[in-house]
């Protein structure tokens, strides 16, 4: 996992003034809104006796722990011990950290790192989030896999046709072959347009999504660092923030806008169709090992459909090795060809 990046953690609309419990980076967040609207974000753990925070309550915009009642404030200092008399000082240590947040495209974004704050990665731009004419609809999806190979997934253009044969890739079954493509690089992401013949595909969504009297159709796939992608099929856009949680977990959160069947009852099918893609990709996702994409490139076979994917090994290994490795949280898995790595080269 790495460190220094804006990482979108949970919906916006999943934050109330109700303390939310939200996991990321092989940890736990409490994350709450304060009567400003402000998302306020702390490690779940009280400093006291470790209980976690997320059962408390929120109490005049601080938070109170469940366990013994001890009170903080947004910024994260302890105001209230309430077992002590009166006038009995209040431990400095009593402190909790506050992480850095900020909202954007439906997302809340939880900085996790230590570089200051002018030189922090920005978040990426999604203008197409603004069209009033698009229809957004908010998936979650657990996978019992890491989340890098999610991301490759996501970006991969070569698989719908062998994994989603008998779904979004039907009209590619009989012919695979893929263009050759370009990569657009942009900061801290990546992205490339394929241009695929129109053929028909299985399904419902068919006579709507196709583009009459044309016969190619685009598609424009690109990844954000270090855990967003996108892709866009000119009428329905999907935004993914693949949240890590451990190393064998990620919850993936979609927000998906379409351009057709705006009305809110066409939600539930799109839900359905999303989820019949999801556990065609699970199957495969979770299959793959090592369970972490390999830090060095020359571990796994590319070959030219596998640009974008590369595209994105290269620039985490970029990461990597500028030293924005996850230190604290250590892992036990190896993924260098399978060599026993330096303590500090076994985190991604
Ligand atoms: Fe939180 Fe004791 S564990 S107040
Ligand atoms: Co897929």
Known sequence: ??????????????????????????????????????????????????????????ENDCIRCPYHGWKFQTDGTCIEIPANQPGVPIPKKAHLDAYPVQEKYGFVWLFWGDIPENERPPLPSFPEVKNPALRSLQLEFKWNAHYTRLIENSIDPAHSAFVHANSIGSGMAKEPQLPNYEIYMEGWGASASLYYKQQETKGFFWKFVRQKNRL?????????????????????????AHVPIDDKTTISKFIQFRSFFTQPWADQIFRKFNSKVNQEDKLIVESQSPKIAPYDLTTEIHASSDALPLAYRKLRKKCLDIGWAEEPHISKLNYMNGHTLSVERQII
């Not at 660092?225 to 996108?230: A, R, V």
Request: proline fraction near 5%.
């Open 216 to 240: 190619q159709i685009k598609t424009t796939r690109g990844f954000y660092m270090p855990n967003i992608i996108y892709s866009d099929s000119e009428n329905i856009i999907l935004f993914v």
């Open 1 to 58: 996992m790495l460190k220094n990046f804006w990482y979108a953690c949970e919906f916006s609309s999943a934050i109330t003034s109700k303390p939310q419990r939200v996991p990321l980076l092989n940890q736990q967040f409490v994350l709450y809104r304060n009567s400003q609207g402000k998302v306020m974000a702390f490690l779940d753990q009280c400093p006291h006796r470790g209980a976690a925070l997320s059962l408390g309550k929120v």
